[in-house]
């Protein structure tokens, strides 16, 4: 089992920008595909991007794309989501997910493992 612990979230004004981190522990790290999803006020829980165990790999809601980069640094068990540009539609509790297999490194890939999620809202 891996535990996982999201941090960096906070307050920032539209076309800030924030790092998430996410910080793994209880299993080899590298061995896990990593993946962010996001929960706005209302709606359900939505993709935000995912990233393979390597890191050569990552794919991007339409959403976020050119404006969020997903990314791994294996030697420190931890994932990152560099958020740029924010806009106040990016407000929303965000999570990060792992699992050692996933079908897919899209919307409809499904992950075990799960963080408590970290808040970030965006004022206009």
């Known amino acids: 089992q891996v535990q996982l612990v999201e941090s960096g979230g906070g307050l920032v004004q539209a076309g800030g920008s924030l790092r998430l981190s996410c910080a793994a522990s209880?299993?080899?790290?590298?061995?896990?595909?990593m993946a962010w999803f996001r929960r706005a006020p209302g709606k359900e829980r939505e993709f935000v991007a995912a990233i393979n165990r390597s890191g050569g790999l990552t794919n991007y809601a339409d959403s976020v794309k050119g404006r969020f980069t997903i990314s791994r640094d294996n030697a420190k068990s931890t994932a990152y989501l560099q958020m740029n540009s924010l806009k106040p539609e990016d407000t929303a509790v965000y999570f990060c997910?792992?699992?050692?297999?996933?079908?897919?490194?899209?919307?409809?890939?499904?992950?075990?493992?799960w963080g408590q999620g970290t808040q970030v809202t965006v004022s206009s």
């Open positions: 209880g299993r080899t790290f590298s061995n896990y595909v």
């Open positions: 997910a792992a699992d050692r297999v996933v079908i897919s490194l899209g919307p409809h890939g499904e992950y075990a493992y």
